[in-house]
């Protein structure tokens, strides 16, 4: 059964300094993986995406992340935090028929 | 292009109460999910919808139903409603072929209390 850990509930970084939020998770099949984030009283919004081919994936805000099979993990970094980058991070895997399941998500706060 | 939206997006009932959430599935996409996202956690999936029947779900009991309409809109009902049915539901849509699915689009959800 598929499944969707991220090491730490809460991350805080200081305004400008690396984000890493770190994703692994356990697939029967070649998985298809997704970053999800989402503002306080709002849905979920696509950050990136990895379905095949190259493993680090450029996404929108200036996300990355890198899909290490060695591994089975999908961290999402970005260079230089924003404090409009405060929010709540998902992590994700799709299924064999399209069910998609989340991790418990990583709450990031950006010190100014 | 519109988006993923839903209605009402807050809802308060009373525990035995029923209620209908409603999604419209963004322009061109053929499949519609349900999760429900309690507070604190992670979104898990209620069940999900193609062409018109239920096509997977999740461990949520018989009183959570759903419809999907021949416009790929969509409706969550809930029946007798319990106490920890407070959650915010979010419907996400995408298009599905013979070939693959693709990504969900998530819409803003429905905040839902029961008192």
């Known amino acids: 059964a598929q499944s969707v850990t991220q090491l730490g509930s809460h991350v805080s970084v200081s305004e400008g300094a690396l984000v890493l939020l770190r994703c692994n998770y356990s697939?029967?099949?070649?998985?298809?993986l997704f970053w999800y984030v989402q503002y306080p009283n709002q849905g979920l919004q696509l950050l990136l995406k990895?379905?095949?081919?190259?493993?680090l994936v450029k996404g929108i805000n200036g996300f990355e992340a890198e899909f290490k099979k060695s591994e089975t993990s999908f961290h999402l970094t970005k260079p230089s935090a924003h404090m409009s980058d405060a929010a709540e991070y998902f992590c994700a895997v799709k299924t064999s028929y399209d069910k998609v399941i989340f991790g418990p998500g990583t709450s990031l706060s950006v010190i100014p | 292009e519109t988006g993923v939206t839903q209605s009402p997006t807050h809802l308060i009932k009373t525990r035995g109460q029923q209620v209908t959430l409603r999604c419209s599935s963004q322009?061109?996409?053929?499949?519609v999910s349900w999760y429900q996202q309690a507070l604190g956690q992670g979104p898990q999936f209620i069940f999900q919808y193609y062409r018109e029947e239920e096509n997977g779900r999740g461990n949520f009991p018989p009183r959570f139903s759903g419809l999907q309409f021949p416009n790929y809109s969509s409706e969550l009902n809930v029946n007798a409603l319990e106490l920890d049915d407070s959650a915010l539901y979010l419907c996400a849509s995408s298009f599905r072929s013979l070939q693959r699915t693709d990504t969900q689009y998530f819409g803003p959800g429905t905040r839902l209390t029961v008192l």
């Open positions: 322009s061109g996409h053929n499949t």
């Open positions: 697939s029967s099949v070649p998985p298809y």
């Open positions: 990895y379905t095949t081919g190259a493993t």
